[in-house]
């Protein structure tokens, strides 16, 4: 049984992880990620993924970059696998695959892509991009990645799609592994988990129950497996961890009870594009309460609340469920960030251990 692996948010955008007034110790800037990625890296993290945001959609004035601030941590860092998010249609697909595979040979093979169809109209609007309906967008995210992969594995590319164009086109140097760059992508919707099964190595969900976790991943695997491929599952989740479980649940509900209402009701018009758009009503945030959208990708669900010790047992369920990989976020980044290396990750080991001992 292979271990679970770790990932954080970096927060390069202002603001930290949650939509709320209430004081929090974390910083967007390059020197304080910087000390974020090295702690992460210290610490047992694995990956860290970096968000893209072009402009300000729920109090996140200032936004660095992805893959440019990726590139800046890639010299700082010497383990940790830098996961840079992209929107298609505000980047050309053998740009992007040209600026991952330098990244690539830069980080020797530390860097990975996130293809985010997008959520917020303004976002494409307001840089003179047509908006799309939600499934549309999902073809041209299907459409980047077939790209992407065919400039990274194929010694010519010729693609001729609805939304993309390539002609003869070379590509040099490929990436440094021979099965490309790993690519995930996130999504709740039918279109987001067919395009999955089809086309992405992992499978990014939102916060969520143990219930709805399962009902994902079991829809997922079916649909990959009808494919002929596997696919492997991440999940979003926000931490709290405190020396005891009253204390962690008081600052969660400080959180809540402090959030920016203003921002937050923004926040959930902007993304019914991305939920109730959708044909089934089954997309991101569809059934996310105002206090849920606080955490603005769902984590307080995931129930990563209480004593490390508690974590660390709510980690292995999510691990007994098929989640590869565990994304997550923090309030005050520097010290809840190692804190959580420190206390929850090696007792997260020990608890593997076990469980693989009483599976022989």
Do not use: C
Request: hydrophobic fraction near 40%; aromatic fraction near 10%.
């Amino acid at each position: 049984m292979t271990q679970l692996k770790f990932a954080y948010w970096v927060p390069n955008v202002s603001g930290g992880l949650v939509i709320s007034k209430l004081p929090q110790r974390t910083d967007w800037s390059f020197e304080a990620n910087k000390r974020y990625a090295q702690i992460a890296e210290k610490n047992g993290f694995e990956y860290a993924l970096l968000q893209t945001r072009f402009i300000a959609s729920y109090g996140a004035e200032n936004q660095l970059e992805a893959i440019t601030l990726a590139s800046a941590l890639a010299s700082v860092t010497e383990k940790l696998h830098l996961i840079s998010a992209v929107h298609p249609g505000l980047w050309h697909p053998a740009v992007y695959a040209k600026m991952l595979a330098t990244l690539d040979h830069i980080s020797n093979g530390r860097v990975a892509v996130n293809i985010v169809s997008g959520w917020f109209k303004k976002e494409f609007t307001g840089y003179g991009e047509h908006w799309l309906d939600h499934d549309e967008r999902y073809r041209r995210s299907e459409e980047f990645i077939d790209v992407l992969r065919s400039l990274w594995k194929e010694e010519e590319t010729t693609y001729k799609g609805d939304f993309y164009r390539i002609n003869q086109a070379p590509f040099k140097p490929k990436p440094k592994g021979r099965e490309g760059i790993p690519i995930f992508q996130g999504g709740n919707s039918e279109a987001a988990r067919a395009m999955a099964a089809r086309v992405s190595d992992y499978y990014f969900m939102n916060g969520n129950t143990l219930e709805g976790f399962k009902k994902q991943i079991d829809d997922v695997k079916a649909r990959a497996a009808k494919e002929g491929r596997e696919v492997k599952f991440a999940a979003n989740g926000f931490v709290i961890v405190r020396d005891t479980e009253e204390e962690a649940i008081a600052l969660l509900r400080d959180i809540i009870s402090h959030g920016d209402s203003k921002a937050v009701e923004g926040f959930k018009n902007s993304v019914k594009d991305a939920g109730q758009s959708t044909k089934d009503k089954d997309g991101m945030w569809a059934e996310s309460t105002l206090e849920d959208l606080v955490q603005y990708n769902d984590g307080f669900k995931t129930g990563l609340i209480g004593t490390a010790e508690q974590v660390a047992d709510r980690i292995i369920e999510l691990k007994k469920l098929g989640i590869d990989l565990l994304l997550t976020g923090y309030f005050h980044y520097e010290e809840d960030l190692e804190r959580f290396g420190q206390e929850v990750i090696p007792l997260v080991r020990k608890k593997e251990a076990a469980l693989t001992v009483s599976l022989v």
